[in-house]
């Protein structure tokens, strides 16, 4: 996959995010491999289902410095930068979306202050890497902060903890959830699989507490 | 931004705003900046995702009179126009939208016949000009009115009520909201995030309430 | 507006239901204005997102006859032709849309066995007809019959009933409804207004038994 | 209907799948005739939005051996194709739809362990080949199983009782759904009738459990 495609797939997904409501009001954000190793980050402030492929910039994910920007002299890089740089230095991880979606921030809720919500008994699960249908997983949630830059280390705490060593999301309270994959295929498929086990699991917990 | 791009950006919303259902059956309205400081004004009465870049009125916003009209001669201006005008002259908004959107319906009756519902602990606060995500906000709901045009005073005490200084929406019981902006850009992303604001409210509300 | 021009406009509004899940495998109907004062009406038994705007019957509306039919040689006119026809025939209308929305049939089931179920409290009444947004509207709700062309009895005994007299829908309980216009945009405006009443009006309901 | 025109509608439906929901993260399958008895089935592990109709797998329905492979050689066939045979053998089935529908999995939640969820009062019930809006359609639900390919014992035990002999869908407990017909028109007008179906009961079992 040469990094036009790269490129192309990437606004091509906020659009579908936005389609969905899963990012809206210039929320959100997304990121993949630049060639070289550096990471392709879209632009923050802006409305992201407008982004086009040559707005985004290059940033360096070890020292988080930008390597390139696109030509559009107004745009700023996300706020996510940091976010995204220390997930793909600790998990690999070459592709990372946060969305603000509703389920996300309804099944962060279920936390009810905890620092997980457990995901079980559903097919979808098998869209994780590394899951199986019969297995339990704990999906961590964090506190939000007030600003983007300080969630780093809320993340980086979720992250150490062994219990969470298998999830390829932290979904942040009353924010929304970062997703991530080895390449932007298998993080397209894991950010579909999160809000499809976010959506059921509410869903679940709604008619249960009816009983 | 020239007119001509105002013009196909407000038509453009129209669209969406009808594909999300925030406006149907001819109902809601747009606003937007003409050259030299006037309105352009969506027609009324018509279905409006249909509405084309050439059909809008240019109105001014201080006498309210129609400075130019689109040569289809079977349009009239939207009945928002005073209340479009009075916005746009107290709040110095130059784009403002007008959905009946039945998440901002849900949302007014959670004032219960007061005059206001608070938002918070959403990081989509911070989709509205001047507010953090640890802020609390009220958002004004008024009364309905028979016609459109005898809203414009309860309209008018909402924004001149120093509790709703720092408000971009109005909501109005039983019909739907007001959403307004410096500009086009702003209009689209106050809307967006009203209504993100309106869903996440009244899921939550209804969680709370079962529990 | 030419016939042609109302054959494109019934086979976009056939596709636009679909799309939004009010009408699907198959089901659901729709007619409009022919020259001359016949009626267009869709055929039975296909998808009706996939209907062209040269595949639908030409029917007398006081006769019920077949004036013309399509080339395609497998289609059979709807058979919501009969209540088409009354309708037309008894409220004057000239376009006439029935779905399977689910929306509509969560509204038949307020009416708990009962003949009418009451919309109040909603700007949107104004998209009715002579409606203003401070009535009350009863929507009569009548029983389903085994086959649709033995509903027209129970179509017909709404109609005459008195309290129904402003009435531009009928709805079927368990099925759908018919919604109806004095022309094809009148219909369509119709269309979307009963439908989003119906929303309404059932998540007002749901909210209400929960408090 | 050319086997050309055949692939077209399934990867077609595939995207009108993902679009609604019902298919994500990979998930999902479909199949339909290919010229000469056999099927033609989408490859796994792919998001099947995506997928061309070139890139269709030709099996034996009996031997479940592969006849032809599309060009890209890093293509499999879906892990359904037992299953697809299988339900291909015991019912004449031509086409076979598998999706993750959320609504077929509350629906599944309904069965409390049972090995079905009875619909009843809906006129979409017509949509289903042989059925009358009077009857009950019992529709199985079994259980899931960690692979797919071990839940074909299950499917078979499901379409061998007499009680689902007119059943066109077998629900997986946690998973989704599998939906035939005799064609590729049949299937589709199953998939969209049983989807149908299982929101409504999903909705009205709601309502019912708070009156």
Request: aromatic share 10%.
């Given at each position: 996959m040469t990094e036009e495609e790269t490129r192309r797939l990437l606004v091509d997904q906020l659009r579908r995010y936005y389609e969905r409501g899963w990012i809206s009001g210039t929320g959100g954000g997304i990121c993949g491999p630049a060639d070289g190793g550096a990471l392709l980050v879209a632009p923050t402030g802006v409305h992201k289902e407008l982004v086009g492929p040559d707005e985004l910039f290059t940033i360096d994910p070890v020292t988080e410095t930008i390597l390139a920007a696109p030509a559009r002299a107004d745009l700023r890089p996300s706020e996510c930068g940091p976010i995204f740089a220390h997930i793909a230095r600790e998990r690999g991880a070459r592709s990372i979306a946060h969305t603000h979606a509703l389920s996300a921030v309804l099944f962060g809720d279920l936390a009810d202050g905890g620092d997980h919500v457990t995901v079980e008994r559903l097919e979808m699960l098998k869209g994780i890497r590394g899951f199986a249908n019969t297995e339990r997983h704990d999906v961590p949630v964090i506190r939000n902060t007030p600003r983007e830059i300080e969630?780093?280390?809320?993340?980086?705490?979720?992250?150490?903890?062994?219990?969470?060593?298998?999830?390829?999301?932290?979904?942040?309270?009353?924010?929304?959830?970062?997703v991530w994959g080895a390449d932007v295929w298998e993080a397209k498929r894991h950010v579909e699989t999160y809000h499809y086990l976010f959506e059921a699991t509410v869903a679940r917990h709604d008619r249960r507490r009816k009983g």
């Open positions: 969630l780093v280390a809320n993340v980086a705490r979720a992250l150490a903890d062994p219990r969470f060593a298998r999830a390829y999301a932290v979904v942040v309270e009353d924010h929304g959830v970062y």
